[in-house]
C-alpha cells in the first residue's frame, strides 16, 4: 500500500497480535509506531462493521508547567507583576502558579461528541466564570451532533458551545490569532475548512454559541451566531 513502510507493517502485525483484532478506526489509529501517513493511507482501503461504532471513548490531557511564555518583563500582565515583587520578598514565587492546560472528551458512536477544556497562563490567577454559590473556573465546552441523513437532506455538523469557524482557507473568515500557513497535507499540516468544536488555549476571537453545517446535493451551507464577550470595542456605550 502507498505510504506504508515496513516498519509500519511490522507494527500493526504487532498490534493485532497483541490485541487480536481490530474493532474500529481508533484501534488502528492508536497502534504504537504506526505513523499518520500509513493511517491515512490504509484506512482508505479497510473496512470496519457499524456497530463498532456503537461504543462510548474518552480522553483527558494535563499539562502542566513553568516555563514563561513572556521573556519581557514589560510584557507582563499586573497580576504577574504583583507576583514578582512578593517574589523578591520571598512571599511568593511566579513558580508558585504554573500554567495549566487540560482537556477532556467524549464520544458515543460517531454521531455524539463533548468537549471541555480549561486553560491558565503562568503567572496568572484562576479566572472564575461564576463565584456563586460555586466557583466555577472559565473553561472552553462544546457538544457536537454530526452525520446524519434524511433522504438528501445530510446535517454535517450542529455545535453548541465555542466553535471555530474557517472560510476560503482563511482568506474570507477565521477566528483565531494562531498563524497556519494555507497548505494541505496530513495532520497539523492540513489547513482546516469548515466548522468544528474548539477546544484550543485561544482566548482571543472565541466564538460561543451555535454553528451548523449541512449539505443538500451540491449546496453546502454554513451558519453560526455567536455571544461573546469583546475587550476591544471603545466607546460602546456611544454606539
Not at 472560510?167 to 482546516?192: A, H, M, V
Request: charged share 25%; net charge positive; hydrophobic share 35%.
Amino acid at each position: 500500500f502507498q505510504n506504508i513502510s515496513p516498519v509500519d507493517a511490522v507494527a500493526i502485525l504487532k498490534q493485532r497480535q497483541l490485541v487480536h483484532f481490530f474493532r474500529n478506526p481508533r484501534d488502528l489509529r492508536y497502534t504504537p509506531c504506526l505513523s499518520n501517513y500509513a493511517y491515512r493511507s490504509l484506512r482508505n482501503f479497510i473496512q470496519f462493521k457499524d456497530e463498532s461504532y456503537s461504543d462510548w471513548h474518552g480522553s483527558f490531557l494535563l499539562r502542566v508547567d513553568n516555563t514563561p511564555f513572556i521573556s519581557e518583563e514589560a510584557e507582563q500582565s499586573p497580576q504577574a507583576q504583583f507576583l514578582d515583587v512578593l517574589q523578591q520578598t520571598g512571599a511568593a514565587s511566579l513558580n508558585q502558579i504554573p500554567s495549566v492546560f487540560s482537556r477532556f472528551r467524549i464520544t458515543k458512536g460517531k454521531h455524539y461528541d463533548f468537549g471541555l477544556s480549561y486553560v491558565r497562563a503562568n503567572g496568572e490567577p484562576m479566572i472564575y466564570t461564576t463565584t456563586s454559590p460555586f466557583h466555577l473556573p472559565e473553561t472552553k465546552f462544546h457538544f457536537t451532533i454530526k452525520d446524519f441523513s434524511w433522504k438528501d437532506f445530510q446535517l454535517k455538523k450542529l455545535i453548541l458551545g465555542y466553535y471555530k469557524v474557517t472560510l476560503g482557507q482563511g482568506l474570507i473568515f477565521e477566528n483565531t490569532d494562531f498563524f497556519t500557513p494555507r497548505k494541505s497535507g496530513y495532520g497539523f499540516r492540513k489547513r482546516f475548512n469548515g466548522i468544528s468544536g474548539d477546544l484550543s488555549r485561544n482566548r482571543e476571537y472565541t466564538l460561543k454559541g451555535l454553528a451548523f453545517e449541512t449539505n443538500y446535493h451540491n449546496l453546502r451551507t454554513i451558519g453560526f451566531v455567536s455571544y461573546d464577550d469583546r475587550d476591544a470595542i471603545l466607546n460602546k456605550d456611544e454606539y
